[in-house]
Nanobody
Framework: VQLQASGGGLVQAGGSLRLSCAAS????????TGWFRQAPGKAREFVGG????????SYADSAKGRFTIARDSAKKTVFLQMNSLKPEDTAVYYC???????????????WGQGTLVTVSS
């Protein structure tokens, strides 16, 4: 499985961005895609994710109410819609795929290259 994350950029506080994570190669219908982020000097943290089997989602508290994750099965793509962005959302965002939707980054087998999101105040 290869993952390609895209859609990052510079946005003002309160703005929106939509990140994409396109999967290619062999994919698994029972896998999950998680979104993580890592800010400078901080540990990588779980943002949210989606199960490919039924589209169910899970979010970190910091993302609830502002971020939405959805999948397009036909295009093998997962989207992270981020609204009401805050400066503290600034980070490199990564997508990852693995057999379970979990907050533990070590449980994911495949990772995309990351895309930088910068939110200015």
């Amino acid at each position: 499985v290869q993952l390609q994350a895209s859609g990052g950029g510079l946005v003002q506080a309160g703005g929106s961005l939509r990140l994409s994570c396109a999967a290619s190669g062999r994919t698994f219908s029972n896998y999950a895609t998680g979104w993580f982020r890592q800010a400078p000097g901080k540990a990588r943290e779980f943002v949210g994710g989606v199960r490919w089997s039924d589209g169910s989602t899970s979010y970190a508290d910091s993302a609830k109410g502002r971020f939405t994750i959805a999948r397009d099965s036909a295009k093998k793509t997962v989207f992270l819609q981020m609204n009401s962005l805050k400066p503290e959302d600034t980070a490199v965002y990564y997508c990852a795929a693995g057999p379970r939707l979990t907050v533990r980054s070590a449980s994911y087998d495949y990772w995309g290259q990351g895309t930088l999101v910068t939110v200015s105040s």
